[in-house]
């Protein structure tokens, strides 16, 4: 049997797979990085959103809802029926948009996936890297000790 042109010892590889996991975790620390900004970044923009729609939308509130008071005085209500009426619809529809608003910033959608999905797959690749090569040097070993015994 031939003997190959380039043989890793053991110390070889596990220096080559150091080097290489170093790396890795290099890369794969500036991609979370690079994600957790973009998520601030979401999280800056909604709130900036939220706010400003709040500033807006509170003296038109305040006016519509005095208008659908004036407008079921109108229609016969007593003026505290009335008043009840559109605070109470008022109050509903403010604890669902809260709710939803709420909803969007749980800390389970601000959560890095994409990089938790990569760092699982590289981990996978290396274990899959190490058996290999344990393999290559069994093979390695097998072959070296049935040429000693020819």
Known sequence: MAARSYERSVPEVLADLLGQMTNLFRTETQLARAEIADKIGQVGAALGLIVGGAVLL????VILLQAAVAALNEAGFAPHWSALIVGGATLAIGLIL???GMNALKAEKLVPNRTIHQLKEDASVAKRQVRQDQVTQDRVR???DYQRAA
């Open 58 to 61: 509170m003296p038109a509130l």
């Open 98 to 100: 809260l709710l939803l």
């Open 142 to 144: 097998q072959d070296d």
